[in-house]
Every structure is written in C-alpha cells, then in structure tokens.
C-alpha cells in the first residue's frame, strides 16, 4: 500500500528558532499533501493544502508567514515552522493524494514538534 | 460548509461487548465518509471508507459502518470489542476547497474497552 514518511517525528527546539519537517510519499506520486496540527486529544485542524510545484493554499487563520510550506517535488513536502514559539508546539500530521486516486489520502506517522 | 460530528467525547465498553462510536455528518452534495484510528504518539490508520454502493461498509480489524442518508450518520460499529480497541476513533468527511480536496475530521471520541 501507500507509504507516507515524515521526519523528524520528533523534534525539541528553542524558542525564536526554525524548524523544518519533511513529508514524503515513498511509492508513489503526490499530486497534492495537506498539513494537519493536532492539538492534545483534539481533532486534526487543516492548516493548509499544497498542490506540486505551486504555492500553497493556507486555511483561514494560519499564518503563511510563520507556516512555511514548499512541494518541491511529487514525492516531497516541507513545512517549515519560522521563529517558533512555545504554543507552536504540536503534533503536525501530513497526508498526501495520489494524481490516481481522487478518494484516498494517505497520512504520515506525525511530528511531536516542542519548543522550550 | 460541510462538517462532521462526533457527539461522544469517549465511549466505554466490556471487553466482548458490541460497540458504537457515533458520526454524522453535513455536507451540500455526495458525502464521501471515513473512519480512522489513532494510537497514542501515532498517526492515523485508515479503517474503512465509504464512497458509493452499499451502505453497510466492512474494515480492518473486524470493523464496520452503516451509511445512513435519511439520518445523516455513518457510525462505527463492531460486534465483540478487545482491549487492544481502546484508541482514539475520527470519523471523517471530504469536502473540496481551492487546491484541491481536504478531509474534515470530526473532533474524535475515545473508545476505552476494559476487560
């Protein structure tokens, strides 16, 4: 089946600083990844929609400035979290859909984002 | 704007008992529905889906939803719980936006199986 990475899955950083994660699609192509946050035992919140090679379309209330979002390639999305602060810790969720299958998403194992 | 809810925050069981874990949803055209589980620490596995056909859909691990149109539900069910179903349960509906197509989930409801 389709397999999603995501890495780091977990990852401490300081306040101010930038942290980037990386979701990969390992056998197959996607044509679109979304990125989820996860608050504790809380539903997965939309924070934005990346299509390959175009900008990404952000959810209303989601900084695009602070939440960096690159698809470079059909098998690779980055977000990028500038300057965080301690409440941008999260559990961030990719997921990602092949240009095949317009139903399926297929999601990540999730990264456990702290900042101190 | 399409929706789904989850009306329990958790849900307690026997061990060998029938559950059900409650969704219904909203949504203007043809729902297109799912159902996925959360470990602790770990991202979601998919466990069924619903698109078109027959409304009663079978999953992994012995699961299975009934897609009711009249009611707007589509909930979890399972005949015999285990222990090892305690997790976090989403239901899930799809909907499109400008990029493309993005699922909506619901706020997600605990089910806790004791033996």
């Known amino acids: 089946g389709a397999v999603v990475s995501q890495h780091p899955s977990r990852v401490i950083c300081k306040s101010g600083t930038s942290v980037k994660i990386e979701c990969r699609s390992l056998d197959f192509q996607a044509t679109t990844m979304f990125w989820y946050r996860q608050f504790p035992k809380k539903s997965l919140m939309l924070m934005a929609t990346?299509?390959?090679?175009?900008?990404?379309?952000?959810e209303q209330g989601v900084e695009k400035d602070k939440f960096l979002i690159n698809h470079a390639s059909l098998t690779l999305s980055t977000l990028t979290v500038t300057s965080a602060h301690p409440e941008d810790s999260s559990f961030y969720i990719c997921s990602a859909r092949e240009w095949t299958d317009p139903y399926e998403q297929y999601f990540g194992p999730g990264t456990r984002l702290t900042v101190t | 704007a399409q929706s789904v809810a989850q009306p329990e925050d958790q849900v307690n069981v026997a061990e060998g008992n029938p559950l059900t874990v409650k969704c219904t949803y909203s949504v203007s055209g043809n729902p297109y529905l799912f159902w996925y589980v959360q470990y602790p620490n770990r991202g979601l596995q998919f466990l069924l889906k619903?698109?078109?056909?027959?409304?009663l859909v079978k999953g992994s691990y012995g699961f299975e939803a009934e897609f009711n149109k009249s009611q707007t539900s589509f909930h979890l069910k399972k005949p015999s719980a285990l222990v090892s179903d305690s997790a976090l349960y989403f239901c899930a509906v799809r909907e499109f936006n400008q990029a493309g197509t993005a699922l909506i989930f619901g706020k997600g409801t605990t089910l806790s199986v004791s033996s």
């Open positions: 619903y698109i078109t056909g027959d409304n």
């Open positions: 990346s299509n390959e090679g175009s900008k990404a379309t952000y």
